[in-house]
């Protein structure tokens, strides 16, 4: 079977316009931060307080602006495996954030036009697949050292950089990115560690081998207090 390939791209990539000038100020704001950080922003060849310095850094940047909470409850809500970890946030009586402007006017179509648009930015689902790997453990060493011959052995297979990225894909978004390892938002649940490193990238079966390498690496035996789960696009992360 033979295929046909163009000479050169079509005229609709060749004039397609920059998106840039179009987005709003906020928007501009964050794909500037991550122009700027995305050299180290998961460098993780420094020390895991270095790493947790790096993590809140960010965190206040996606925070800033965003919907205030009155407060915060955290709750466990009862599942198939356990009672699982939640928080439940109180915004302020006058939002502004699309997020809570568009869900207090059940606005699904206005909300994923402004989702989109940044989630095509980065690269997170559905432009692309995302692979959360949790670690769990009975011992904080014990995850931790798993944790991070997991995320190695990842990064040795597919030549993926410091910076945490491999091959690059189409237009700006890496072919595949590794985040992590480190701690889970939250670390410790009735005494167990929780470790976790996300994979993300733009072909589905790409992550699918990685999940069967990394099942294959683990049978070659590790602590028996050590586990491991695979979320493939979560909704949440660890």
């Known amino acids: 079977m033979e ?6 791209k079509p005229d609709y990539e060749i004039n397609k316009p920059d998106p840039y000038p179009m987005l709003c100020e906020s928007m501009k704001k964050v794909i500037d931060y991550q122009a700027e ?15 947790r310095v790096k993590y809140v850094e960010e965190r206040r940047f996606w ?7 009155v407060k915060t409850v955290e709750v466990m809500v009862p599942g198939p495996m356990g009672d699982v970890p939640a928080r439940i946030y109180y915004p302020d009586d006058k939002p502004e954030h699309y997020a809570v402007v568009c869900a207090a006017e059940q606005n699904y ?42 995320s190695a052995s990842v990064r040795s297979v597919y030549g ?11 237009g ?21 560690f929780r470790f976790v490193f996300y994979l993300k990238c733009t072909g589905y079966d790409k ?18 207090g050590d586990m491991v789960q695979f979320d493939f696009d979560p909704v949440n992360t660890l």
């Open 63 to 69: 925070n800033e602006g965003g919907p205030q909470a």
């Open 172 to 192: 700006q978004i890496p072919e595949l990115q590794l985040i992590g390892p480190g701690a889970a938002s939250i670390g410790k649940i009735n005494d167990i």
């Open 207 to 224: 992550l699918i081998r990685i999940k069967d390498m990394l099942e294959e690496e683990m049978q070659g035996g590790q602590a028996s």
């Open 109 to 150: 179509e206005k909300f994923y036009n402004e989702e989109i648009i940044y989630r095509e930015m980065v690269g997170y689902p559905p432009v692309s697949h995302m692979l959360a790997v949790q670690i769990f453990s009975r011992s904080e060493e014990s995850g931790r050292r798993l944790a991070e011959k997991l």
């Open 160 to 170: 993926i950089t410091a910076g945490g990225r491999g091959e690059e894909g189409s």
């Open 37 to 51: 950080h995305s050299a180290d922003a998961f460098d993780t060849d420094c020390s895991w307080d270095e790493l």
């Open 3 to 8: 295929f046909f390939m163009p000479d050169r």
